[in-house]
C-alpha cells in the first residue's frame, strides 16, 4: 500500500460479519506480525475501516486519516521525514468470534509535495524584469515542498535529488536564468565557427543578456478585416423568408431546436440541431446516472415565416418495458432508485414550401430504475402538408438527398416496389439480415454472409446467391423523381440488368470439392442522376439511368489441416454509387480555342481576356465603385503619359516656353 486510501471486497453473504482493523507490530526476535484476534474495532490509530455491504459482495475501504505533509519550521502534526508511514494493518472479518478472513497489509507512504499550510502575508517585492530576471530557480513553484525535477530547489534533500537527478530541468526553467548566448565571445567554439566570428562577436557580461529582452512595452493595434472577407457568424439569425432543406430549425428564442443524435463517431450528441426536411431515427443508451431531459416540449417554434406555433404533445405510458430495457442488474428491490423518464419521442413535421405549419410530438415515458440500461429511441419525420392517414404524398418535384429512392413493379397488379440494401443484425449471416430502403445521394455498401457446405453444387449455389441479391430489388423501373406517378410510365426509367454470368463447368463435380467458379457474390447498383432546374433557388434532381451488374469471384471451402466442419461461409454484397453526370452535354470547341491554346485561360497561366478582370463585375475584392474609380484613373493617366510622349507635344511645349 502507497496510498492514503486502499480498496478490497468481502465475497460472500456479509450479514451478520463483524469488520475490525488492527495495527500488527513485527517481532524483532522472529520478523513475524503477532497473530490477532476478533476483538477489534473500526479504527486503529490513524486508521479507519468503512464498509459498503452487498448482497454477494462488500467493499471493504481503509483509509489513512492523518496529515501527510512535511513539517515546516514551528509546525505539528506533519510528516518529520520523507518515508511518513511505515505501518503494519490487519483486517479481520469475523462471526460469533470465529474468524472467516484475514487481510494483511503492508504501508508504506511517503509524504505529500504538495503545500497545503498558510501563505505568509509578508509582501513579495517582484524586481523589474526587464532588467534582471524574476527568480534564481523558476521551477520552484511549491513553498516548503520539494518540486520533482527541480534540482536548483533548496528544498529537496540529497536524498529525494538522487530520485530524480538524471531528469533535471534544463534552460532558465530549470535555474540557468543567464545562459551564454551563441553572439558571445566567450562561448565560442572549436566547431561550425565562422573565421569572422572575433570580430563580430559581443563583448558582455552575462547580467546582460537578450533573454531579458523578452519583456518590452508596446502598444497594440486591432487588425481591419478585409473587405473581400465575410466576417464568422457566431449566432443565428431571425428567419423571416423560410427554411431552405438542411436549415437548423429555430426556436422563439432563436436558438437552435435540438434533439439528441448520432455523430459521426457513432455516439449520441444531445444538443444537435434538428434540419428542415431531413428525417432520422436514432436510438441512444443511458442509465439513470446519465440521464439527461432535453428541450422542454413548450417551446414554440419559428415556422419561417417569423410567426411561431407551439408543440402538440400526447403522453403515453411504455407498458413493455422489454424493447427499451436492454440490460438489467439484480438488485435488491428495496435499496433500488427508480425515476419516470422519456423512453422514445416522435416528432412530426407537417410542411408546406418553406414554412412549418404544425409540429405533433408523441412521448413515451416509462421507470427508469438504477442498474437498468436504457435505449432511448427519437424519430424525427417530415410529412408534406398534403399527407394523409400519415402517409407522405411525394410532392417534390426533385429528389431531396437522404430521401428513399422511388421504384415501381411494372409488371405486377401491385405497381409498388422497393429497392433495398442489407442491414445485418446478430451474427450477419443472410438468414437474420433485414432489409432498409436506398438513400438518395448516399452511397452505401452492406452484404450478410451465406453459409454453403463442402459438398455444395456450384450450379445451386449461383441460383441461391442470385436470388439472395435479386430479392433486394423488387422492381422493374425507378422514379425519375420523387413524384412520380404510377399511371405515367414517363415518369419513370427501367432498370438495365446485366445478368451474371452462369457458368456450365461444376468444378467440385470430380475430386475437387468446396470449389466454385464464377459465384455472382457481389451485386453492383449503379444510378446516374443530374440537375434538371431549380426550384425557389433550390436545386431540383432527377434520375436519368439506374443500370444493375453483378461481379464473379471464385469461391473456395476454407478449412484447417482437416476439414472437419461440413459448413463454411460466402459474404456475398450490394453496392450502391450515384453518379452525377451533366444535364446537358457541354458545348463544344470552337476551332479558334483549339488552336490558339494560349488564349485559353483553363490551359495557361497567363489568361490575357482576363487582363481587366478587376473591372468588371465579376471582381468582389472590393467594392465596384472603387473599382470603376480606380479604373477610371489608371486610364487617365495611361491616356496622359500617351499625349506627353508624342512629339508634337514637345513641339508645342518648347513654342510656349518660347
Not at 383 to 410: C, D, H, I
Not at 505 to 514: E, F, Q, R
Given at each position: 500500500?502507497?496510498?492514503?486510501?486502499?480498496?478490497?471486497?468481502?465475497?460472500?453473504n456479509?450479514?451478520?460479519?463483524?469488520?475490525s482493523?488492527?495495527?500488527?507490530?513485527?517481532?524483532?526476535?522472529?520478523?513475524?506480525?503477532?497473530?490477532?484476534?476478533?476483538?477489534?474495532?473500526?479504527?486503529?490509530?490513524?486508521?479507519?475501516?468503512?464498509?459498503?455491504?452487498?448482497?454477494?459482495?462488500?467493499?471493504?475501504?481503509?483509509?489513512?486519516?492523518?496529515?501527510?505533509?512535511?513539517?515546516?519550521?514551528?509546525?505539528?502534526?506533519?510528516?518529520?521525514?520523507?518515508?511518513?508511514?511505515?505501518?503494519?494493518?490487519?483486517?479481520?472479518a469475523?462471526?460469533?468470534?470465529?474468524?472467516?478472513?484475514?487481510?494483511?497489509?503492508?504501508?508504506?507512504?511517503?509524504?505529500?509535495?504538495?503545500?497545503?499550510?498558510?501563505?505568509?502575508?509578508?509582501?513579495?517585492?517582484?524586481?523589474?524584469?526587464?532588467?534582471?530576471?524574476?527568480?534564481?530557480?523558476?521551477?520552484?513553484?511549491?513553498?516548503?515542498?520539494?518540486?520533482?525535477?527541480?534540482?536548483?530547489?533548496?528544498?529537496?534533500?540529497?536524498?529525494?535529488?538522487?530520485?530524480?537527478?538524471?531528469?533535471?530541468?534544463?534552460?532558465?526553467?530549470?535555474?540557468?536564468?543567464?545562459?551564454?548566448?551563441?553572439?558571445?565571445?566567450?562561448?565560442?567554439?572549436?566547431?561550425?565557427?565562422?573565421?569572422?566570428?572575433?570580430?563580430?562577436?559581443?563583448?558582455?557580461?552575462?547580467?546582460?543578456?537578450?533573454?531579458?529582452?523578452?519583456?518590452?512595452?508596446?502598444?497594440t493595434?486591432?487588425?481591419?478585416?478585409?473587405?473581400?472577407?465575410?466576417?464568422?457568424?457566431?449566432?443565428?439569425?431571425?428567419?423571416?423568408?423560410?427554411?431552405?432543406?438542411?436549415?437548423?430549425?429555430m426556436?422563439?428564442?432563436?436558438?437552435?431546436?435540438?434533439?439528441?443524435?448520432q455523430?459521426?463517431?457513432?455516439?449520441?450528441?444531445?444538443?444537435?440541431?434538428?434540419?428542415?426536411?431531413?428525417?432520422f431515427?436514432?436510438?441512444?443508451?443511458?442509465?439513470?446516472?446519465?440521464?439527461?431531459?432535453?428541450?422542454?416540449?413548450?417551446?414554440?417554434?419559428?415556422?419561417?415565416?417569423?410567426?411561431?406555433?407551439?408543440?402538440?404533445?400526447?403522453?403515453?405510458?411504455?407498458?413493455?418495458?422489454?424493447?427499451?430495457?436492454?440490460?438489467?442488474?439484480?438488485?435488491?428491490?428495496?435499496?433500488?432508485?427508480?425515476?419516470?423518464?422519456?423512453?422514445?419521442?416522435?416528432?412530426t413535421?407537417?410542411?408546406?414550401d418553406?414554412?412549418?405549419?404544425?409540429?405533433?410530438?408523441?412521448?413515451?415515458?416509462?421507470?427508469?430504475?438504477?442498474?437498468?440500461?436504457?435505449?432511448q429511441?427519437?424519430?424525427?419525420?417530415?410529412?408534406?402538408l398534403?399527407?394523409?392517414?400519415?402517409?407522405?404524398?411525394?410532392?417534390?418535384?426533385?429528389?431531396?438527398?437522404?430521401?428513399?429512392?422511388?421504384?415501381?413493379?411494372?409488371?405486377?397488379?401491385?405497381?409498388?416496389?422497393?429497392?433495398?440494401?442489407?442491414?445485418?443484425?446478430?451474427?450477419?449471416?443472410?438468414?437474420?439480415?433485414?432489409?432498409?430502403?436506398?438513400?438518395?445521394?448516399?452511397?452505401?455498401?452492406?452484404?450478410?454472409?451465406?453459409?454453403?457446405?463442402?459438398?455444395e453444387d456450384?450450379?445451386?449455389?449461383?441460383?441461391?446467391?442470385?436470388?439472395?441479391?435479386?430479392?433486394?430489388?423488387?422492381?422493374?423501373?425507378?422514379?425519375?423523381?420523387?413524384?412520380?406517378?404510377?399511371s405515367?410510365?414517363?415518369?419513370?426509367?427501367?432498370?438495365?440488368?446485366?445478368d451474371p454470368?452462369?457458368?456450365?463447368?461444376?468444378?467440385?463435380?470430380?475430386?475437387?470439392?468446396?470449389?466454385?467458379?464464377?459465384?455472382?457474390?457481389?451485386?453492383?447498383?449503379?444510378?446516374?442522376?443530374?440537375?434538371?432546374?431549380a426550384?425557389?433557388?433550390?436545386?431540383?434532381?432527377?434520375?436519368?439511368?439506374?443500370?444493375?451488374?453483378?461481379?464473379?469471384?471464385?469461391?473456395?471451402?476454407?478449412?484447417?489441416?482437416?476439414?472437419?466442419?461440413?459448413?463454411s461461409?460466402?459474404?456475398?454484397?450490394?453496392?450502391?454509387?450515384?453518379?452525377?453526370?451533366p444535364?446537358?452535354?457541354?458545348?463544344?470547341?470552337?476551332?479558334f480555342?483549339?488552336?490558339?491554346?494560349?488564349?485559353?485561360?483553363?490551359?495557361?497561366?497567363?489568361c490575357?481576356?482576363?487582363?481587366?478582370?478587376?473591372?468588371?463585375?465579376?471582381?468582389?475584392?472590393?467594392?465596384?465603385?472603387?473599382?470603376?474609380?480606380?479604373?477610371?484613373?489608371?486610364?487617365?493617366?495611361?491616356?496622359?503619359?500617351?499625349?506627353?510622349s508624342?512629339?508634337?507635344?514637345?513641339?508645342?511645349?518648347?513654342?510656349?516656353?518660347?
Amino acid at each position: 500500500m502507497s496510498g492514503p486510501r486502499v480498496n478490497s471486497f468481502f465475497l460472500g453473504n456479509s450479514s451478520g460479519v463483524n469488520f475490525s482493523i488492527i495495527l500488527s507490530p513485527i517481532d524483532e526476535e522472529t520478523g513475524k506480525s503477532q497473530l490477532a484476534n476478533c476483538s477489534g474495532s473500526k479504527r486503529a490509530g490513524d486508521w479507519n475501516l468503512n464498509v459498503t455491504p452487498g448482497m454477494n459482495t462488500s467493499k471493504v475501504t481503509i483509509s489513512l486519516t492523518r496529515n501527510l505533509q512535511l513539517c515546516l519550521p514551528n509546525a505539528t502534526d506533519c510528516c518529520t521525514t520523507p518515508l511518513c508511514v511505515v505501518e503494519t494493518l490487519q483486517v479481520l472479518a469475523c462471526r460469533d468470534s470465529v474468524m472467516l478472513a484475514h487481510l494483511l497489509i503492508q504501508a508504506e507512504i511517503y509524504a505529500s509535495s504538495s503545500f497545503t499550510g498558510n501563505v505568509s502575508e509578508n509582501a513579495t517585492i517582484i524586481p523589474n524584469q526587464v532588467f534582471q530576471p524574476l527568480g534564481s530557480c523558476p521551477c520552484d513553484l511549491t513553498a516548503g515542498a520539494c518540486d520533482v525535477r527541480c534540482c536548483c530547489d533548496p528544498e529537496c534533500t540529497s536524498d529525494l535529488k538522487q530520485l530524480f537527478n538524471e531528469s533535471c530541468f534544463t534552460g532558465v526553467f530549470g535555474g540557468d536564468v543567464n545562459p551564454p548566448f551563441d553572439q558571445l565571445c566567450s562561448s565560442q567554439s572549436m566547431e561550425y565557427t565562422p573565421d569572422w566570428f572575433p570580430f563580430l562577436c559581443v563583448q558582455s557580461s552575462l547580467n546582460n543578456t537578450p533573454f531579458l529582452g523578452y519583456f518590452y512595452h508596446g502598444s497594440t493595434s486591432t487588425p481591419r478585416v478585409p473587405l473581400f472577407k465575410i466576417p464568422l457568424q457566431t449566432s443565428p439569425g431571425k428567419l423571416l423568408t423560410g427554411y431552405r432543406q438542411g436549415d437548423p430549425i429555430m426556436t422563439e428564442e432563436n436558438e437552435y431546436f435540438t434533439i439528441p443524435q448520432q455523430s459521426m463517431a457513432g455516439q449520441c450528441v444531445g444538443n444537435a440541431p434538428v434540419a428542415y426536411l431531413q428525417n432520422f431515427d436514432v436510438k441512444c443508451l443511458t442509465n439513470l446516472a446519465s440521464y439527461k431531459e432535453g428541450l422542454p416540449h413548450d417551446v414554440r417554434i419559428n415556422t419561417g415565416a417569423g410567426d411561431f406555433i407551439q408543440q402538440n404533445v400526447i403522453y403515453r405510458t411504455i407498458t413493455n418495458m422489454g424493447k427499451f430495457i436492454t440490460e438489467s442488474e439484480s438488485l435488491p428491490t428495496a435499496e433500488v432508485l427508480c425515476q419516470n423518464v422519456t423512453f422514445a419521442e416522435r416528432y412530426t413535421f407537417i410542411w408546406k414550401d418553406k414554412n412549418i405549419e404544425q409540429i405533433n410530438v408523441t412521448v413515451f415515458l416509462g421507470s427508469l430504475c438504477d442498474g437498468e440500461i436504457l435505449t432511448q429511441r427519437f424519430t424525427v419525420k417530415f410529412l408534406s402538408l398534403k399527407s394523409t392517414n400519415a402517409t407522405e404524398l411525394f410532392g417534390n418535384p426533385g429528389y431531396q438527398v437522404g430521401k428513399p429512392v422511388r421504384a415501381a413493379n411494372m409488371n405486377a397488379s401491385d405497381t409498388f416496389g422497393s429497392l433495398n440494401i442489407w442491414q445485418p443484425a446478430g451474427r450477419g449471416l443472410c438468414t437474420s439480415a433485414a432489409y432498409t430502403p436506398v438513400l438518395f445521394g448516399l452511397d452505401s455498401l452492406s452484404g450478410c454472409i451465406l453459409e454453403v457446405g463442402i459438398n455444395e453444387d456450384c450450379g445451386l449455389l449461383r441460383g441461391k446467391v442470385t436470388e439472395k441479391l435479386n430479392s433486394l430489388i423488387q422492381a422493374t423501373h425507378i422514379g425519375k423523381r420523387d413524384n412520380s406517378s404510377y399511371s405515367d410510365l414517363n415518369d419513370w426509367v427501367e432498370i438495365i440488368r446485366l445478368d451474371p454470368f452462369n457458368s456450365d463447368t461444376n468444378v467440385s463435380s470430380g475430386n475437387l470439392k468446396g470449389i466454385c467458379l464464377d459465384i455472382p457474390a457481389n451485386l453492383n447498383i449503379r444510378i446516374i442522376f443530374a440537375d434538371v432546374g431549380a426550384v425557389q433557388g433550390i436545386p431540383q434532381q432527377e434520375i436519368l439511368a439506374v443500370q444493375i451488374s453483378y461481379s464473379t469471384v471464385i469461391w473456395q471451402f476454407q478449412c484447417g489441416l482437416i476439414c472437419e466442419n461440413s459448413i463454411s461461409f460466402l459474404p456475398i454484397t450490394a453496392s450502391v454509387q450515384f453518379i452525377k453526370v451533366p444535364a446537358q452535354p457541354p458545348i463544344p470547341m470552337t476551332r479558334f480555342q483549339i488552336n490558339y491554346t494560349e488564349f485559353d485561360c483553363n490551359r495557361n497561366d497567363v489568361c490575357w481576356p482576363q487582363l481587366l478582370y478587376p473591372l468588371t463585375r465579376f471582381y468582389t475584392g472590393e467594392p465596384y465603385s472603387q473599382c470603376l474609380a480606380k479604373g477610371l484613373s489608371l486610364a487617365f493617366l495611361v491616356l496622359l503619359a500617351a499625349i506627353m510622349s508624342n512629339p508634337w507635344f514637345s513641339k508645342l511645349r518648347n513654342s510656349s516656353l518660347v
